[in-house]
C-alpha cells in the first residue's frame, strides 16, 4: 500500500503506483514521467517543510524549472509502487537545486537518480529572490545517494 | 492526506493529488486527465475486487477502450485532494462499463461524472470473452450517483 | 508527410504523428490522447475560421470543455500519421459543440470518433456569452461522418 | 505553418505547434514536454536518415533512454509554433548520444537545448549492440549550437 509522504531528516518520501497511461510501447514507464514524479515529490517535500507551492504562486513567485538531469537505470512497471525521495541540494538566494532517487518501494531498488534546478521569477518571469521565511526551511541537506 | 484504496459495496475509492504538470494554463486540470484518473481508479478497483489487470495482459487478454464519456462539472486544482469513486456499471461476456464520480475529497464537491466501456480482445486484438471466473468477481452495483 | 491545417466547408483537417510518448503498453495510442488531438483540431479549426484561441483567452474569455464523449474504432499506432477531421456541430449564446473524426491518413480509416461541448466562462469562471463576432465565424456544419 | 521534417548536414528539424494541453498553470509549456519533443525529433531524425525506429522495435531492438538533461532557456507558449532541431553527438556499439536545441520558429529564439543518451537492449532488456548499418547512418555531426 501507498503511504503518505514523510519527510526525515530533510528527506521525503512520496508513493504512489506506475499508471497505465504512463507507461509506453516497450512496457515500462515512459521516461518523461519520471520528472513529472520528481515534481509531485518536490511539491510534497515543500509540503512537509513548511512551504505551500501552491501558496508561493498565489503570492506572485514562480519557481520554473531551469535544468533537469536524469539517470535511468532500471525500467518502472505498470502498477509498481514507486517511491521519490527527494530533497534540497544546494539553495542561493535566486536559486535552488533539488535531487531525488526513484525507488521501486517493494525491494528499494533504484530506478532512476534525478536533479532538478529552478530559478526565482515573479509573474511577468522576471528574476526575483526567494524570500527569506521560505529559503530558512529549504535547508540543504546531504545527498543519500549517489546521483 | 490520501488514504489508500477501499473497497466497500462494490465502489472503490482511489484518493490523490492533482500534479502541477495535470494543470493547463486555465490554472485547473486539463480535461483528458479525468480519463487517465479513471483508469487509475478502475486499476484499483479490479485489484480491491481481487482482478490484477496487469495479471489479465500477462495471460494475453486486453480491454481497451472503446467509448468514454465525461461530465465535467467543476474544476480540480493543483494539490487539491481528488476521490475517485469506480464500479461496474454493466458487464456482458465480452464488455465491461464502468462508472466513476470525480470528487474533491476535503468537501466532497463532485467535480466530475464519467463512463468507460472496455472490450476484452486477445493480443492479436481480436474480440475475445471475459473469462467467467473474472466476471464473476466483477458484479455490476446500482450507481452511487447520477452519471 | 503531414500537411498543415486546411479548412474547407466548415471542416478544418489537421495532421500529425502518433508519439512514441503517446502509445502505452497495449502498444497503440492510449486513448486519454484523443481528447488531446481533438483539442489540437479544434484549436487549428477555429484558427482556420479566423478565431484565435490564444486571443480569445487574453481577452479573458475561456471555454472550457463541459462533456466529452468519444467512440474508438481502431488504434492509432507510434509514428501513424493521423488526421483529426474537426467541425462546429452547435452554438449557442453560451456553449459551442464541436465534432471531431480521427482517421489515419494513408488510408482514411476511421479510428475514432468525438464530440466535445464548451462553454464560456469569465476569468473567474462565471458564466459569460461567447462574443457575437466569434459566433459569426463558429457557423455548424452537417457532420461529414455518423458520431 | 509547421513545415515537414528536413534533414540537412546530419540536422533534422521538425515544426509543430505547442499544445494547449501542454500548458500548465505558469501559463507556458511544462517542462517534461521537451523530452517528449525531443523524442519525436529524434524519430524524425532517425527516418529523416533512412532509420525506422518504429522498423527497430519490430526487429526486436530497443533504444531506451538512459541519461537525460535539458537546460531551459526561455518559455514556450500555447500555439507557439516550435522547431526542434536533432543530430547525433556520439555512437558506438550500444550507445547512442542525441543533441537538440529547441527553438521558437517565428524568430529563431532558443527555449532549451537538451541530450538524451540511448542504450540498445533486446525485448528483454538484456544489452545488445547497435546493428552495424544502422550505425552507418547515425553518423555524429558537430554540435550547431552549444548544449
Known amino acids: 500500500m ?6 526525515v531528516d530533510g528527506v521525503t518520501a512520496t508513493e504512489f503506483r506506475v499508471r497505465y497511461a504512463e507507461t509506453d510501447q516497450m512496457g515500462v514507464a515512459h521516461h518523461a514521467n519520471h520528472l ?5 515529490a ?3 517535500h515543500m509540503r512537509g517543510l513548511g512551504v505551500s507551492y501552491r501558496g508561493i504562486e498565489e503570492q ?3 519557481l520554473p524549472v531551469i535544468d533537469a538531469r536524469v539517470r535511468y537505470r532500471a525500467p518502472a512497471r ?4 514507486i517511491r ?3 530533497w534540497v541540494r544546494e539553495i ?3 536559486q535552488v537545486v533539488f535531487g531525488y532517487v526513484v525507488e521501486r518501494a517493494d525491494d528499494s531498488v533504484v530506478l532512476a537518480t534525478a536533479q532538478t534546478s529552478l530559478v526565482a521569477v515573479d509573474s511577468n518571469r522576471k528574476l526575483a529572490t526567494i524570500p527569506e521565511h521560505i529559503r ?3 535547508i540543504p541537506v546531504a545527498d543519500p545517494v549517489r546521483i
Do not use: F, H, S
Open 92 to 94: 542561493t538566494r535566486r
Open 136 to 138: 530558512r526551511k529549504l
Open 2 to 7: 501507498a503511504r503518505n509522504p514523510v519527510t
Open 84 to 86: 521519490v525521495r527527494c
Open 36 to 40: 513529472i514524479w520528481c515534481e509531485q
Open 42 to 44: 518536490r511539491t510534497d
Open 78 to 81: 505498470y502498477e509498481d509502487l
Open 60 to 62: 506572485g513567485l514562480m
